[in-house]
């Protein structure tokens, strides 16, 4: 917990190939002993609302093959749309149900969030430190090439189609630009600082800011 007694997050937004997310997310949850929330999340939103979670998966996987996010914002506003609706089961209130497991987590514990425009969800509660993690173009294609052993032509593209996927739902979401550092507390070169670095840096910023220690 923080000094003031209250549980803390520390949300993080990446982009592809800046090789952060999944390892900077599980080295900080395993160094603050609680738990890191990606696709877990799902789960979690599955048991609140009584919806699969399969449902969640698809939802997650079938809008990266969708103009859906091109068409349209549905920028959260905390309203989930009631069973006996149509629209029960559209994109926006899956979002939603995340949003809620995520804002009530945060009353009982803390936790490291990956993704899901969970700074955006978060934005008013306390003790929580956003953090956008980027690297030069180059660098991400060069090692998306030797991580999956693929041509830089088809990291590339890799890159182009996550990142895309990514910025949109953001801005989908949140009616927000993606890259925007306005939106963080904390936005690092993961190319500069190298990845322990970063946990580092993040982990100072922290006891800085808020006072927690790790235990």
Same mark, same amino acid.
């Given at each position: 917990?923080?000094?003031?007694?209250?549980?803390?997050?520390?949300?993080?937004?990446?982009?592809?190939?800046?090789?952060?997310?999944?390892?900077?997310?599980?080295?900080?949850?395993?160094?603050?002993?609680?738990?890191?929330?990606?696709?877990?999340?799902?789960?979690?939103?599955?048991?609140?609302?009584?919806?699969?979670?399969?449902?969640?998966?698809?939802?997650?996987?079938?809008?990266?093959?969708?103009?859906?996010?091109?068409?349209?914002?549905?920028?959260?506003?905390?309203?989930?749309?009631?069973?006996?609706?149509?629209?029960?089961?559209?994109?926006?209130?899956?979002?939603?149900?995340?949003?809620?497991?995520?804002?009530?987590?945060?009353?009982?514990?803390?936790?490291?969030?990956?993704?899901?425009?969970?700074?955006?969800?978060?934005?008013?509660?306390?003790?929580?430190?956003?953090?956008?993690?980027?690297?030069?173009?180059?660098?991400?294609?060069?090692?998306?090439?030797? +991580?999956?052993?693929?041509?830089?032509?088809?990291?590339? +593209?890799?890159?182009? +189609?996550?990142?895309?996927?990514?910025?949109?739902?953001?801005?989908?979401?949140?009616?927000?630009?993606?890259?925007?550092?306005?939106?963080?507390?904390?936005?690092?070169?993961?190319?500069?600082?190298?990845?322990?670095?970063?946990?580092?840096?993040?982990?100072?910023?922290?006891?800085?800011?808020?006072?927690?220690?790790?235990?």
């Amino acid at each position: 917990m923080a000094e003031n007694g209250n549980y803390f997050a520390i949300v993080i937004t990446r982009t592809c190939g800046s090789g952060g997310g999944s390892y900077i997310g599980k080295k900080l949850a395993e160094d603050y002993g609680i738990d890191v929330y990606d696709r877990k999340l799902l789960r979690l939103a599955s048991d609140n609302s009584g919806i699969n979670e399969a449902i969640f998966a698809n939802a997650d996987e079938n809008t990266k093959k969708t103009m859906l996010y091109r068409v349209s914002r549905k920028i959260y506003n905390g309203q989930v749309i009631p069973p006996e609706s149509g629209n029960f089961l559209s994109d926006q209130n899956l979002f939603k149900y995340q949003a809620d497991v995520l804002r009530a987590l945060l009353d009982r514990e803390s936790y490291v969030c990956i993704g899901r425009a969970a700074d955006y969800v978060l934005k008013d509660k306390k003790n929580v430190l956003s953090v956008y993690l980027d690297a030069p173009y180059d660098w991400r294609v060069e090692r998306e090439t030797v +991580r999956q052993g693929i041509s830089a032509f088809d990291a590339i +593209r890799y890159i182009n +189609r996550l990142d895309k996927y990514r910025e949109a739902y953001y801005t989908y979401h949140t009616g927000k630009k993606w890259k925007d550092p306005s939106n963080y507390d904390l936005c690092l070169d993961t190319s500069s600082l190298g990845l322990d670095g970063c946990v580092a840096l993040i982990e100072y910023y922290m006891n800085l800011k808020f006072g927690i220690k790790m235990p």
